[in-house]
């Protein structure tokens, strides 16, 4: 691999964590790719996209930037740094500019993932007023989150999901780094988390490169191989 090479940084979504990538991150260091996965704070989307943009920085040289669900958003804003030379999105939100993702997803039917959310207060230093934790009812995480990953590893990641705070699913993007740089995008066609229709929409209004797997959300462990082709496309891009 020549110094042109990109480090490929992997964003997990909400109520999931690195280990989403688990399956995918032995394909790409068997490329002899440089990987790295942060762990999200889920606390906020402008916060999160700080926190990555500050680790994206730190690193020498060109990066793909991947985004799962949640992290599509995060890497929609945190992907305008100047190292970031490519974007991939994997059953994720590509927000526009001024967007939230309430006001994305509002423009299409809810999908099973909507009447499954549990909200759950958590205290915030400095206030007397909670934030609200938000995540997915253990028994329906399953059929909804991982209909298509091995079954007992799916009651594992029930039970170890990391929330995602509210506040987040308000917030607008306050860029969209896809204006910018060049994008792939992933659409899960079988997805109950996030309605398919509206990564279609969001892929297609950033005129993206696209394809479909009949996945469920958690595409890189049900496809890891077809999440890492894709991800290979992009590395290619940015290589030649």
């Known amino acids: 691999m020549t110094d042109s090479t990109p480090t490929v940084v992997l964003v997990h979504g909400a ?7 688990a399956r995918v ?10 990987v790295l ?8 989307l402008t916060g999160d996209a700080a926190y990555i943009a500050s680790v994206v920085r730190a690193i020498p040289g060109p ?3 991947v985004g799962h669900s949640y992290g599509g958003a995060v890497i929609t804003v945190a992907g305008v740094e100047d190292n970031v030379k490519a974007l991939v999105f994997l059953a994720g939100y590509a927000l526009e500019e001024g967007e939230s993702l309430g006001e994305l997803q509002g423009r299409f039917p809810d999908s099973d993932l909507a009447s499954a959310l549990v909200y759950t207060p958590f205290p915030v230093e400095g206030s007397d007023e909670p934030g609200t934790d938000v995540t997915v009812e253990i028994d329906k995480f399953p059929a909804i989150f991982a209909a298509d990953v091995d079954p007992d590893l799916a009651k594992v990641l029930a039970v170890s999901q990391r929330p995602l705070a ?5 917030e607008a993007a306050p860029v ?5 740089k060049p994008s ?9 988390t996030i309605n398919p229709d509206v990564e279609r929409f969001g892929y297609e209004r950033a005129g993206m490169t696209t394809t479909e797997v009949d ?5 890189m462990l049900a496809h890891p191989k077809k999440v890492a082709d894709l991800i290979r496309e992009a590395v290619r891009s940015v290589s030649a």
């Open 15 to 21: 109520f999931a964590d690195a280990s989403s990538f």
């Open 25 to 34: 991150v032995p394909e790409l260091l068997a490329d002899g790719l440089k």
């Open 37 to 44: 996965v942060p762990a999200v704070p889920n606390r906020s």
């Open 63 to 65: 990066v793909v930037l």
């Open 166 to 170: 509210g506040a987040a699913f308000a």
């Open 176 to 180: 969209a780094a896809w204006k910018t």
């Open 184 to 192: 792939w995008g992933l659409v899960s066609s079988l997805d109950h």
């Open 215 to 219: 996945s469920s959300h958690l595409v």
